[in-house]
């Protein structure tokens, strides 16, 4: 007779089984995994055991490298790069003196090659599934970049989520209460600022609009706070206040201390003077007044674009670490005549909404049953954040002009057909293109070509002969295209999708962090 087997414990057998939600930030990242409890926590990091880590890369040699606070305090130096996530999509070329070129793709597979390590080393197991988040404005090449930046780094990444509906989900678990409503995501971090209105039903998530400044943040704060230092020296000294003497490092951090008191008074020697500056916050304020209103500029534009009114939000959600200043909050007070809500640390809580998204879109063969019941009503739905289109010969001006398939903020997943037709008898060729852009473009130099193709068309034919054009935008944010002849029942079909943008030979493998 066979001795009985023992029972399997399965929350043992899948405590080796991680769901994490990676943030990969312009200035900073976050790391989140959802515990065994079914709740995320966030991953610190392995070097100096924080909860977010500087996306600064720094090369010592031609295959190692660091990642993290040590190479942030080391920026503006030789073989030191930074805020490379600007140019995700990119061909952009950051050279070391040690003669490697890097795009930023690459960069950002070394620092997600970090993250990975460290989270393997802090949860002693490894990664099952990752889902990475992107800015919602992320332009499609920018996405596929980090899918295949991703990939590189060994990661095992099915989806990608955009930032605001990382908040929203995380919002919708612990606001407390059930959401029941309309609620904006307010993001403003070291490089970007995005605003969302989203509709909130429990955890089920609408986006319904979504708007985005690539370059305003808290990198622009510092700035604005080292010129006022500058003028304050010069003022004072009359002697100009050299940049190395008061770097963008040193007024990052006195920024930091303007959130917390009301002046600071700074010791400064430069160019033979020496004094001491002191700036008060409501100097500080004043010089990036015109930064804040764009700010409620673009709330007023997303509300709009959203058919919502100011009264109409229920909450504001603080997403991003440049909410913690207190102008910041004041003028979204001003705005919204409320109180924004802010329960958990800005710059955390991206990395634990994808923490659960992670979760949420896993076969769940290995969630347990906790975490099972953690995800169980969760619903999304996103919308695109583009126009995509295709060119077209326009017979009234005789020239090619961009038109519109997929409208911006058309809810996902969807499917748009356009029909086309052939121009000239006996066209025996079509050109094949897909267009991308901000705003509803007719003139082409204004759009992003994505892809370009040609297909072959039967001879013989009169013009006229209808040509039609289908994009499917998926779950997962990539589209599907198609190019049909209806006749002849000829068609091209191409994704834009993962990996595309990876021909590139390039290898981590190669690469130790230290
Ligand atoms: P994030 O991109 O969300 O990581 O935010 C990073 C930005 O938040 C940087 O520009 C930081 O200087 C800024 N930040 C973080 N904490 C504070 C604070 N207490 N006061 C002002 N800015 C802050």
Not at 329 to 354: C, T, W
Request: proline content about 3%; overall charge negative.
């Amino acid at each position: 007779m066979k001795n009985p087997q023992p029972p399997i414990n399965r929350e043992k057998e899948n405590k080796m089984t991680h769901y994490i939600g990676i943030d990969l930030g312009t200035t900073n990242c976050a790391v989140a995994v959802l515990n065994a409890q079914g709740e995320p926590d966030i991953v610190h990091n392995k070097d100096d055991g924080q909860n977010t880590t500087p996306s600064v890369i720094q090369f010592f040699d031609k295959s190692t490298y660091d990642v993290g606070m040590e190479s942030y305090k080391s920026l503006g130096m030789d073989d030191v790069f930074g805020r490379f996530k600007r140019y995700m999509g990119t061909d952009k070329s950051y050279k070391t003196t040690f003669g490697e070129r890097f795009t930023p793709e690459n960069l950002s597979a070394l620092l997600l090659k970090k993250l990975r390590e460290d989270t393997e080393h802090g949860l002693d197991g490894t990664i099952s599934e990752a889902v990475v988040t992107i800015p919602a404005n992320f332009a499609n090449d920018a996405r596929e970049s980090t899918l295949a930046a991703a990939k590189k780094a060994g990661l095992n990444v099915k989806n990608i989520i955009n930032e605001p509906t990382a908040a929203a989900l995380y919002y919708s678990f612990y606001a407390g209460r059930d959401l029941n409503g309309t609620y904006m995501v307010y993001d403003l971090g070291g490089g970007t600022f995005d605003v969302s209105v989203i509709k909130i039903r429990g955890k089920k998530v609408d986006i319904i609009a979504t708007e985005g400044v690539k370059e305003l943040g808290g990198d622009d704060f510092d700035k604005a706070l080292q010129q006022l230092v500058a003028d304050k020296y010069q003022q004072q000294t009359g002697s100009r206040l050299n940049q190395d003497d008061y770097d963008l490092i040193e007024a990052e951090s006195d920024k930091k201390s303007l959130s917390i008191r009301v002046s600071k008074k700074i010791p400064l020697h430069s160019n033979g003077g020496r004094a001491t500056i002191e700036i008060t916050r409501q100097q500080f304020v004043d010089s990036i007044a015109d930064l804040i209103k764009q700010t409620e500029l673009l709330c007023e534009k997303v509300l709009s674009e959203s058919a919502k009114s100011i009264g109409d939000i229920q909450e504001i959600f603080l997403v991003g670490g440049s909410t913690r200043m207190p102008c910041i909050i004041d003028s979204i007070k001003r705005l919204f005549n409320k109180d924004p809500i802010n329960f958990v640390n800005p710059d955390e809580v991206v990395a634990l909404g994808a923490a659960f998204y992670a979760a949420y879109k896993s076969d769940g063969k290995n969630l347990n049953t906790l975490q099972k019941l953690a995800i169980a009503d969760v619903q999304i739905a996103e919308i695109t954040s583009k126009f995509f289109g295709t060119s077209a010969h326009n017979r009234s001006t005789n020239t090619s002009v961009n038109t519109i398939i997929i409208n911006k903020g058309e809810s996902i997943p969807c499917t748009k057909t356009r029909r086309y037709f052939t121009r000239y008898d006996n066209q025996t060729s079509i050109n094949l293109d897909v267009t991308e852009c901000d705003n509803a473009e007719t003139d082409l130099k204004y759009v992003n070509t994505i892809w370009q193709g040609e297909m072959d068309l039967p001879s013989g034919r009169p013009k006229g002969c209808p040509q039609d054009v289908t994009f499917s935008y998926d779950e997962n944010q990539v589209m599907h295209c198609k190019f049909s002849d209806v006749e002849s029942g000829r068609t091209t079909e191409i994704d834009l999708t993962m990996g595309k943008k990876s021909d590139d030979k390039f290898s981590t493998d190669k690469f130790i962090s230290h």
